[in-house]
């Protein structure tokens, strides 16, 4: 009985290894993403980015949106150089297998400066650091590195912080 347990505490722990690797894997990915998003000055930058990190037919899906092409999201991608971002990561929370596609559901926050125009967060025009904070699934497939297939938010923006301090609902 004994051996037996420790025998499938060995191939538990074999099929875990791989696994392991993916997550480690693909947290290199998303960290590699948001240091190279965090330097974006161009959406030629943004592009580079997308080149090396997505598949050709990568589909993006904003919470309550229908799923986009890149080329339907580059707007949304030069928009966004329009607010300077202080940090920005992305923490998988959980990966699973699916054939040979990887999944990733992945807590997304960043921090970015922002002129409060509507006083939303104090004085109109005052300047904030607010972080932001999103849940994503991934899907990553592999050919000469992962890359990531298809990426939906499944959970809106919320603001978590204004200038280092919780927000409370």
Same mark, same amino acid.
């Given at each position: 009985?004994?051996?037996?347990?420790?025998?499938?505490?060995?191939?538990?722990?074999?099929?875990?290894?791989?696994?392991?690797?993916?997550?480690?894997?693909?947290?290199?990915?998303?960290?590699?993403?948001?240091?190279?998003?965090?330097?974006?000055?161009?959406?030629?930058?943004?592009?580079?980015?997308?080149?090396?990190?997505?598949?050709?037919?990568?589909?993006?899906?904003?919470?309550?949106?229908?799923?986009?092409?890149?080329?339907?999201?580059?707007?949304?991608?030069?928009?966004?150089?329009?607010?300077?971002?202080?940090?920005?990561?992305?923490?998988?929370?959980?990966? *699973?297998?699916?054939?040979? %596609? !990887?999944? =990733?559901? #992945?807590? @997304?926050? &960043?921090?970015?400066?922002?002129?409060?125009?509507?006083?939303?967060?104090?004085?109109?025009?005052?300047?904030?650091?607010?972080?932001?904070?999103?849940?994503?699934?991934?899907?990553?497939?592999?050919?000469?590195?992962?890359?990531?297939? *298809?990426?939906?938010?499944? %959970? !809106?923006? =919320?603001? #978590?912080? @204004?200038? &280092?301090?919780?927000?409370?609902?």
């Amino acid at each position: 009985m004994k051996s037996a347990i420790c025998v499938i505490a060995v191939m538990v722990a074999v099929q875990r290894r791989p696994l392991d690797d993916v997550r480690r894997e693909l947290q290199a990915a998303y960290d590699r993403a948001s240091a190279a998003s965090i330097a974006a000055r161009t959406l030629t930058d943004f592009e580079a980015i997308h080149e090396w990190l997505d598949t050709p037919d990568c589909r993006f899906k904003e919470f309550g949106q229908p799923f986009r092409t890149w080329s339907e999201m580059r707007r949304y991608a030069e928009l966004g150089l329009h607010t300077p971002i202080i940090s920005f990561a992305s923490t998988i929370q959980t990966i *699973e297998m699916r054939g040979d %596609a !990887a999944v =990733a559901t #992945t807590l @997304v926050r &960043g921090v970015a400066r922002i002129i409060d125009q509507e006083g939303r967060f104090g004085r109109k025009g005052a300047a904030h650091d607010v972080e932001t904070t999103a849940t994503v699934r991934d899907t990553w497939v592999k050919s000469d590195h992962w890359r990531r297939k *298809e990426h939906e938010k499944i %959970a !809106a923006n =919320a603001v #978590t912080k @204004v200038d &280092g301090k919780p927000v409370h609902p």
